[in-house]
């Protein structure tokens, strides 16, 4: 039987290298037919059924092949496990599946930094930690599990912890990129400039590793910027997007295309006056990133009635499971005309299914996820007493804020070319005023610059709209010590400030196409 096994299992692979899925699949099935419990296989056939665009089967096969690693304890297989379950945000179980794993394993600690990058990633750095600390009596000083300890505690907000940490990791390997350029986005040097050569010295070491190189870019650009040497800065922002946008796939048509198809959507009714909220209401804060979204996630975090899920995927997983296809964000104009034909009730009872452990006691939920902004018009449909809160902020600000960020894995691709970015804002835009015509008492705009100068005020509209009284010690968001796995989670520690107001003049010249490109719109 083993023979036959290895037999199919090859066959297999050669025809997923051939690009034959179908023919991949076959083989696979074949392999289930004579022995079911294999993990391997069945997260295989989770990786087809996704580029087959088959959502269901792809969901099931991955929950498959966890729960096998589960009853078979096969914990070297875990992270795999985990990965492909954190596809589907399907957050619970990887919490469930990690957590319930034997700890003293060597398969299981050889893959502790994975793992607790998994449980950081779905807001558990204290589990992160701990595992990570279990590892480490049984291991060398070890460059990644410093890096990945330094994440746990930035998300906790364990500041100085986590910079003694990355620097251990540098220490322990002084060409690590993503040491660098992590520690340089988590605090400025003391003094400013202090860090730019050992920065240097690892760009020269990573002259053939494009991403390496692309992180200590950046990492470059924000040394040199806190160090007040902007052109400089702007050079290296400019080299690292470039090596980003080379790797990334980004179709500025089909973009436009299915945000017009979005805005082709008919109105939703307003909710009717005096209606009764429902046990659970979701709060969706949405928006383009580095925009002030996480700032104002706290502060709805902060009341007393309300509780705070990060950045959750549930939304666009809950479109995608009722549709049984991959909804990307934004959609795309075929994706939008499939969706026309799903039942929203479904969507938003699958939603609710994903999220109601969440609300604990509180009657509200913050689901801060910039993306569903493309997906408003669904929300509103599927979830009636839903409230959708949109960050907007001064257009040339927003701009500069997403192009110098290096967002992780193939997020924002629009954002590191000046041109694409420029036109993704002024799309952005043209949808934001399309839901506020369209969705009526579902959608409202919060401006950056007003939250940041009079938060209160701000506070007080947006908590009003979600149907919560007005708690003015909200606004203080240093009291909020929940866990935060954004990109912004070093600075959310601190309180509102309106130093990013204005911040891009500084690159004022450099930036000249940016602007030219938004003013000419406006103009035009």
């Known amino acids: 039987m083993q023979q036959e096994l290895d037999r199919l299992w090859r066959q297999a692979q050669a025809f997923e290298a051939q690009g034959d899925f179908a023919q991949a699949r076959t083989q696979y099935e074949a392999i289930l037919a004579i022995a079911p419990r294999q993990p391997v296989v069945h997260l295989r056939l989770s990786d087809i059924a996704q580029r087959e665009g088959r959502y269901r089967d792809a969901r099931n096969a991955a929950l498959a092949a966890a729960d096998i ?11 795999f496990a985990t990965l492909r379950l954190l596809a589907f945000d399907e ?27 998994h ?16 590892a480490q009596q049984r291991a060398r000083p070890h460059p990644m599990i410093e890096y990945s300890r330094a994440n746990a505690l930035r998300n906790s907000g364990r500041l100085k912890e986590a910079t003694d940490a990355l620097e251990r990791a540098i220490a322990l390997a002084p060409n690590d990129a993503l040491a660098h350029w992590t520690l340089a986005y988590h605090e400025k040097a003391d003094p400013p400039g ?54 990334l796939r980004y179709d500025a048509q089909a973009e436009a295309a299915g945000i017009d198809a979005l805005r082709a959507l008919p109105a939703v009714a307003p909710p009717p006056t005096g209606e009764a909220f429902a046990a659970h209401v979701p709060i969706f804060v ?8 996480t700032v104002l996630e706290r502060i709805l975090g902060n009341h007393p009635h309300v509780a705070s899920a990060g950045e959750l995927n549930a939304f ?24 026309r034909e799903v039942d929203m009730t479904v969507v938003g009872r699958e939603y609710l299914a994903r999220t109601q452990r969440r609300y604990g006691a509180k009657t509200h939920l913050v689901d801060k996820t910039p993306l569903n902004v493309f997906h408003a018009g669904w929300i509103a449909r599927a979830l009636p007493q839903a409230k959708i809160l949109c960050m907007v902020r001064e257009p040339v600000d927003a701009c500069f804020s997403n192009f110098k960020e290096m967002f992780s894995g193939d997020a924002y691709a629009y954002s590191y070319d000046l041109a694409e970015l420029a036109g993704h804002a002024l799309r952005f835009g043209d949808l934001v005023a399309h839901w506020e015509r369209t969705l009526p008492g579902r959608f409202m ?9 009079d938060p209160s005020s701000t506070a007080k509209a947006a908590m009003e709209f979600c149907g919560l009284s007005f708690e003015a010690s909200a606004v203080d968001i240093t009291r909020n010590t929940t866990s935060s796995s954004t990109a912004s989670s070093s600075q959310v520690r601190e309180a509102i400030h309106a130093r990013g107001i204005g911040a891009w003049r500084r690159h004022a010249d450099a930036l000249a196409p940016l602007i030219d490109r938004l003013e000419r719109t406006d103009r035009g």
């Not at 449980?119 to 279990?134: G, Y």
């Not at 949405?286 to 979204?293: D, I």
């Open 91 to 117: 957050r619970d179980r990887v919490r469930e599946l990690i957590l319930g794993a034997d700890w003293s394993q060597p398969a299981l600690l050889s893959q502790a930094v994975v793992l607790s990058q």
């Open 194 to 247: 202090r860090r730019i050569a050992r920065v240097r010295a690892a760009l020269d070491a990573n002259a053939h590793e494009p991403l390496a190189k692309a992180h200590l870019h950046y990492a470059l650009f924000k040394e040199l910027e806190d160090a007040g040497e902007d052109a400089a800065a702007f050079s290296e922002l400019e080299a690292g997007a470039r090596l980003m946008r080379a790797q």
């Open 316 to 339: 666009v997983h809950a479109l995608s499971e009722a549709g049984d296809l991959f909804v990307s964000s934004p959609p795309t104009a075929d994706m939008v005309a499939r969706l």
């Open 445 to 453: 705009t919060v401006s950056y610059e007003a939250m940041v100068s």
């Open 119 to 134: 449980l950081w990633l779905i807001d558990e750095p204290e589990h992160a930690l701990r595992l990570l600390d279990t």
């Open 69 to 79: 690693v589960r009853d078979m304890r096969r914990w070297e297989v875990l992270p």
């Open 286 to 293: 949405v928006g383009m990133p580095r925009t002030g979204t």
